[in-house]
């Protein structure tokens, strides 16, 4: 049976027949100016493959004049994902811009943390990538690093942002955590394109990744009645990789989806 066909049965049916539609999810996304002097809505097409090879329907989430529209939005869809991009708002975790600090994108800013404010209210499960940690973290009150080769000596180099789908750095997750569960390993090897990571982590959240130099690289909710995984390198780059493991992540987030 298509799945047009499946939509078009009554719920109450569908469910009985054991026939489930696709699950949507809330996909944030940027505005810029940087093409043709336009302002347009963008997301790397690498989120809309990964999550649909997971089964999911993504719905592509714009930055909003309005950020209060992000709780209509996030009770029509059963999860959220929270895309890379710009640095966040420095000010909002109460710092003055480091050098290195990419200019804000407050829209952006205050939509995310607005659909993160929604998710957790009705209980959505959230899947963040790089940005989304950091957003995450904010969102609940933790800090970041402005500049990680600034402010943490001896770093790794995590900004590889010439080799999107190479495996830059090793990580060390928590056997037994969400994301070591999700991807079947406890040290896997990541794509790793960002300058920023959280510092102070929020209440509510706990470190289950990190790179060999102590950077947070994978954070999850500390209990279990709000699903969240955040990691800080870029799995949906990976969907064609070799290795499981990025896809797991996205699978998981499917499985649970589809539970509630
Ligand atoms: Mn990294």
Redesign the pocket.
């Known amino acids: 049976m298509s799945s047009t066909l499946v939509n078009e049965i009554p719920d109450s049916k569908r469910s009985r027949l054991g026939l489930r539609v696709a699950p949507a999810v809330a996909v944030s996304s940027t505005a810029d100016s940087t093409l043709g002097g336009a302002h347009r809505v963008r997301l790397n097409s690498a989120y809309i493959i990964a999550l649909e090879s997971a089964g999911l329907v993504p719905v592509v989430v714009p930055p909003l004049s309005r950020p209060e529209a992000a709780r209509s939005i996030v009770s029509r869809v059963e999860g959220i994902v929270l895309t890379g991009g710009e640095d966040v708002d420095p000010a909002l975790y109460g710092q003055a811009r480091h050098e290195k600090g990419g200019e804000p994108n407050r829209d952006r800013d205050d939509t995310e943390i607005a659909l993160i404010a929604a998710a957790r209210h009705m209980h959505r499960p959230v899947l963040a990538i790089c940005r989304g940690p950091q957003i995450l973290n904010v969102a609940l009150g933790g800090t970041l690093y402005q500049d990680i080769s600034s402010d943490v000596p001896g770093s790794?180099v995590?900004d590889a942002a010439d080799r999107r789908t190479s495996r830059?750095?090793d990580?060390e997750i928590e056997p037994g955590s969400r994301i070591g569960r999700a991807m079947g390993a406890t040290r896997i090897s990541?794509n790793?394109l960002?300058h920023q990571?959280a510092r102070d982590v929020a209440p509510g959240l706990r470190v289950t990744a990190r790179?060999p130099d102590g950077?947070i690289?994978g954070l999850e909710s500390d209990t279990d009645g709000w699903w969240v995984i955040a990691v800080?390198?870029h799995p949906e780059e990976m969907n064609d990789s070799p290795e499981s493991w990025d896809r797991g992540l996205f699978r998981a987030f499917a499985d649970r989806l589809a539970e509630v």
Do not use: K, M, N
């Open positions: 790794l995590h830059v750095h990580v990541v790793s960002h990571s790179a950077i690289e800080q390198w």
